[in-house]
């Protein structure tokens, strides 16, 4: 798999969601609170396209197509989209812009917080995204780029305190992303080692 001649599929496949997410909701099919459901939609969605970035390298090496480490730039873009998306539908749609309004909500539902010091921390990661800004900042962008793991920890607390409904699912995105984690360290140990 040549990484230049497939790297532009990732763009479209990481657009599929909102596309899907956009045309339930121009449909009416969100249910009795639409707006409520499209920020829910947006927001689960950031967080599988911040595990779908993490997923590209193991991939990668497991399935023995060095190609797809190229899409972890383009997911973790799109992770970032997603939930700056979700931020502005939230902002927007749930809080209508209103600041007096912001002071009680973030009293009253610190996942807001946790959420928004999620995305914070994807804002350097997509800053600094392009080959440009790698060569500048040469193995300190290795370790900037940490902030991902960072983010999606955040990313599992806001999850898991908006979850109305159980925490399997949360059970599940956490399970997913400790075994990312531990796989990175595995590998990373085993190359060290060499």
């Known amino acids: 798999m040549r990484s230049k001649r497939w790297t532009w599929l990732a763009w479209p496949l990481g657009s599929i969601p909102l596309l899907v997410v956009i045309w339930r909701a121009t449909q009416g099919l969100l249910g009795p609170d639409p707006a409520e459901v499209f920020v829910e939609l947006l927001g689960w969605w950031s967080l599988v396209m911040l595990l779908v970035c993490l997923a590209m390298r193991p991939a990668a090496q497991l399935l023995h197509l060095p190609g797809l480490v190229v899409w972890r730039r383009t997911f973790g873009l799109w992770a970032f989209t997603y939930v700056s998306l979700h931020f502005l539908a939230w902002a927007t749609l749930l809080l209508g812009w209103d600041l007096s309004y912001l002071g009680q ?90």
Do not use: C, M
Not at 132 to 141: E, M, Q, T, V
Not at 143 to 171: C, D, P
């Open 105 to 194: 909500e973030l009293s009253k539902r610190p996942y807001i917080i946790v959420g928004g010091l999620a995305w914070l921390a994807l804002w350097p990661l997509a800053l600094t995204s392009t080959r440009k800004a790698r060569r500048r900042l040469g193995r300190n962008w290795t370790k900037l780029h940490r902030l991902i793991f960072l983010a999606l920890l955040l990313a599992l607390i806001h999850q898991s305190w908006v979850q109305k409904s159980g925490y399997g699912e949360t059970l599940v995105f956490a399970g997913l992303a400790l075994a990312l984690v531990l796989y990175r360290v595995w590998k990373d140990r085993v190359l060290a080692n060499k």
